[in-house]
Antibody, heavy 118, light 109 residues
């Protein structure tokens, strides 16, 4: 059973770079899409972007200039970097397996990690 | 950029039936938008319910079903249970760009 676990610093200052890691256990990251999603306090879900295991990416146009995603196959990890953070980037950040158009959709989610920018 | 619209809130009685919808600002939602539906309860990560318009995950209760209805994606709950009270989000794919709807808060009362 595949499980995802996000990790990273919970508190950042404005202008810093957010770095998060999604550890994938119970399965391989190969041949799959991996998504990052965030949810500001009390608000809805916002798609940040996805990365295919080969390294190809697609990002939310509104965040594209600040987002970088990468995969580290030997470690079975997917990473997210978001530069120049502001208070508006305060949110719970989730990683998920898949995308809307992949075989089983976005079918496995991590528990999320809270990031506060202050 | 595509905007995906859902009903902000709906109320249903236990045992009743309710349909949540998901509309796209670019026009009619089709199977090519690969509608997905998620349920989220307070303090929890979203739980996937439906993918590719109508397909259910192995854990999705039978009372949940997905469809296309009047140019929108739809999620129907038949025989609503108290534990179905939650937020529901749809997700559409448009040219690879994934867009979530704003969510529907479903109250079971």
């Amino acid at each position: 059973q595949v499980q995802l676990q996000e990790s990273g610093p919970g508190l950042l200052k404005p202008s810093e770079t957010l770095s998060l890691t999604c550890n994938v256990s119970g399965g391989s990251i190969s041949n799959l899409y991996w998504s990052w999603i965030r949810q500001p306090p009390g608000k809805g879900l916002e798609w940040i972007g996805y990365i295919f295991y080969s390294g190809s990416t697609k990002y939310n146009p509104s965040l594209k200039s600040r987002v970088t995603m990468s995969v580290h196959t030997p470690r079975n990890q997917v990473s997210l970097r978001l530069s120049s953070v502001t208070a508006a980037d305060t949110a719970v950040y989730y990683c998920a397996r898949g995308v809307a158009f992949s075989g089983d959709g976005m079918d496995v989610w991590g528990q999320g990690t809270t990031v506060i920018v202050s | 950029q595509t905007v995906v619209t859902q009903e902000p809130s709906l109320t249903v009685s236990p045992g009743g039936t309710v349909t949540l919808t998901c509309a796209s600002s670019t026009g009619a939602v089709t199977s090519g938008d690969f509608p997905n539906w998620f349920q989220q309860k307070p303090g929890q990560a979203p739980t996937p319910l439906i993918y590719s318009t109508t397909s259910k995950h192995s854990w999705t209760p039978a009372r949940f079903s997905g469809s296309l209805l009047g140019g929108k994606a739809a999620l129907t709950l038949s025989g609503v249970q108290p534990e179905d009270e939650a937020d529901y989000f749809c997700l559409l794919s448009s040219g690879g760009i994934q867009v979530f709807g704003g969510g529907t808060k479903l109250t079971v009362l």
